[in-house]
């Protein structure tokens, strides 16, 4: 089965900015695999199938940073479809979503540059002469900073 990734919703309310030691981007920043998509240095088809469940006719998934990656993906036009494995449920400490999963707070800098530019979420460098990592997000709609190093995306 394909699905659009905004039609996959997230099961919790957070994720780290790093892949865990588990995944085949073991420690490696979400926004640097997404630059790696957006360059071609790699292929959806590089990336863990992401499973899903059914929960009252909504999709959801506890991959919640492989979705991260590829909504940021379709957001820039460069994916419509992945493939996903249906499954039966989430585990309940799982699914810690407050918002029903239409968005997920990154816990620290998910790296990557080209992303940031194509998405218009990297400031110039005349905008921001600060270094702190939060000053490179720019606080539209999609996105906002909780004041704690944490950022929601839509």
Not at 75 to 89: A, S
Not at 117 to 133: P, Q
Request: proline share 4%; hydrophobic share 25%.
């Amino acid at each position: 089965m394909r699905l659009r990734p905004s039609d996959i919703r997230f099961c919790q309310d957070s994720i780290n900015s790093v892949f865990d030691k588990n995944s085949e981007h073991a420690y490696g920043r979400i926004g640097e695999t997404l630059d790696d998509l957006l360059r071609g240095d790699s292929d959806v088809y590089d990336i863990p199938t992401i499973t899903v469940v059914d929960v009252d006719d909504v999709w959801y998934t506890t991959d919640n940073r492989r979705l991260w990656v590829f909504q940021k993906l379709e957001d820039l036009g460069r994916c419509k479809k992945i493939p996903v494995i249906e499954d039966d449920e989430i585990p309940p400490k799982k699914f810690t979503t407050e918002n029903d999963g239409i968005s997920i707070y990154v816990r620290g800098d998910p790296g990557g540059h080209l992303w940031k530019i194509l998405s218009g979420e990297e400031f110039s460098d005349d905008e921001s002469s600060s270094s702190e990592s939060s000053d490179i997000w720019s606080s539209d709609d999609d996105e906002s900073d909780d004041g704690d190093g944490h950022y929601r995306y839509k």
